[in-house]
C-alpha cells in the first residue's frame, strides 16, 4: 500500500541503504513498480493470480510467495529456469495459505519439477501481540508452523513468521527470535497496539502537514462548512487549510480533531471537506497573529506539542494503519536525509 503511505520507492531505497535485502509487496503491479525506479532488492509478492501475473513476476525477478495450487501450477507451467519461491501456510489466520494436511502435494510437486526451488517458509499471525503468552492463538500458530518446516526434507533458509506486534512481544518479554519476522507499522515508527509500545527507542517517519491559504472572521452564530455542523458561539478567527479527506484527512475528524499551529492545538472546525479543512484560530496565544502561509500540522511535532498517527486514529475512530494508509497520491512527499 505505498510503504503504508510512505511512498514505495524512496523508502525501499532507504532501507536498501541500510542493508536490508528483503522488502514485500502485496501485488504483482507494486512490485513491477519497484524496478521500474530500480529497486534491486528481492521483493517477495504475496499476491499474484494468473498467467499474466505469473509470466510479469519472472520476467521482472519478483519471488513469488506461493499460497495456493494454482498459483503452483502457472508456475510450473511458466519457468524456464530455476525459480525461487517461498511458501505460505495457513496456521489459524484463515486467508491465504496451504494447509498442514498439504505438504505431501507439494512435496511431489516440487519433485517432479527442480526448477521450482524452495528458499522460504512462512505464515501469519493473527493476534501477533500474544505471542509470549502461554498457550495463546499465536502460540498455538507457531507450534503449527514448526510442525510443517519439520516435514520437508532439507533445510530452508528463511522461515519467516513474526509481525510487528509479535516481534514487540518477544522484545518486551527478553525472549529469542525463533524465526525471521515481516515488519510492517515498525518500520514507520508506529507501535502496532495501545498496549505494546516500543517508544522512544522507535519514532514516527512522517509527519502530515499543510499551511494556511485563507482566513474568515466568522461572527457569533455563523456556521462553519457543510450541513453547518458547526455554530460559532462567539466571533471567530477560521483558518482554510488546503487538505481534506481525499488526501487523507479523515472525514470523522469533523469537528473532534485537532491540529497544531503556532505551537498549540487548534479545534478542527466543522465537516472535513474533499479538498479543505477549517480550524479555530481565536485563541491561538502567540505575539504574532495567525496569518496565511503559516505552518498547519495534522499530525507531528511542533514546538513543544505533537499530534501523533495514534492519536489522530482514536479520535477519528479507524486504526493506525488506516489512518497512514489513506494519505492519498496526490499529497507531495517530500523525503529528509536519514540521520
Given at each position: ?34 524496478r ?5 532488492l ?7 493470480y494468473?498467467?499474466?501475473?505469473v ?13 495456493s ?25 484463515n ?5 498442514f494436511?498439504d505438504?505431501n ?23 501477533g ?9 499465536s ?7 514448526q ?79 457543510y ?28 469537528n ?31 505575539t504574532q ?7 498547519v500540522?495534522f499530525?507531528?511535532q ?38
Amino acid at each position: 500500500a505505498n510503504a503504508y503511505g510512505h511512498g514505495d520507492v524512496a523508502i525501499a531505497k532507504a532501507l536498501e541503504k541500510e542493508g536490508c535485502r528483503f522488502v514485500g509487496v502485496a501485488s504483482v503491479e507494486e512490485g513491477l513498480n519497484l524496478r521500474k525506479y530500480n529497486v534491486a532488492l528481492e521483493i517477495l509478492t504475496f499476491g499474484f493470480y494468473g498467467k499474466e501475473a505469473v509470466q510479469e513476476m519472472l520476467a521482472h525477478q519478483l519471488t513469488p510467495v506461493v499460497s495456493s495450487f494454482e498459483q503452483f501450477e502457472n508456475l510450473v507451467l511458466l519457468a524456464q529456469s530455476e525459480t525461487s519461491l517461498h511458501l505460505k501456510f495457513n496456521t489459524g489466520m484463515n486467508r491465504l495459505g496451504f494447509n498442514f494436511n498439504d505438504v505431501n502435494r507439494i512435496m511431489d510437486l516440487l519433485v517432479r519439477n527442480p526448477l521450482l526451488r524452495v528458499k522460504g517458509l512462512c505464515t501469519h499471525l493473527h493476534s501477533g501481540e500474544n505471542m509470549s503468552e502461554p498457550d495463546s492463538s499465536s502460540f498455538v500458530q507457531v507450534q503449527t508452523f514448526q510442525k510443517i518446516t519439520k516435514l520437508f526434507n532439507s533445510p530452508v533458509p528463511y522461515q519467516h513468521v513474526y509481525n510487528s506486534a509479535a516481534m514487540l512481544a518477544i522484545y518486551k518479554n527478553r525472549q529469542n527470535f525463533s524465526f525471521g519476522s515481516r515488519p510492517g507499522l515498525l518500520v514507520y515508527g508506529i507501535d502496532p497496539t495501545e498496549n505494546l509500545s516500543l517508544k522512544p527507542l522507535i519514532s514516527p517517519v512522517m509527519e502530515f502537514k499543510s499551511k494556511i491559504v485563507g482566513l474568515q472572521h466568522v461572527r457569533s452564530g455563523e456556521v462553519v462548512s457543510y450541513s453547518g455542523t458547526w455554530q460559532a458561539p462567539k466571533d471567530t478567527l477560521v483558518g482554510i487549510v488546503p487538505a481534506g479527506y481525499a488526501d487523507g484527512i479523515m472525514r470523522s475528524l469533523s469537528n473532534c480533531g485537532e491540529v497544531l499551529v503556532g505551537g498549540a492545538r487548534r479545534a478542527i472546525l466543522g465537516r472535513v471537506c474533499m479538498d479543505y479543512t477549517m480550524v479555530d484560530l481565536s485563541s491561538v496565544q502567540t505575539t504574532q497573529l495567525p496569518q496565511i502561509g503559516d505552518e498547519v500540522i495534522f499530525w507531528g511535532q511542533q514546538g513543544r506539542e505533537e499530534i501523533t498517527v495514534e492519536e489522530v486514529a482514536q479520535k477519528g475512530q479507524h486504526s493506525t494503519y488506516e489512518v497512514m494508509t489513506g494519505v492519498s497520491e496526490r499529497v507531495p512527499r517530500i523525503y529528509g536525509v536519514l540521520q
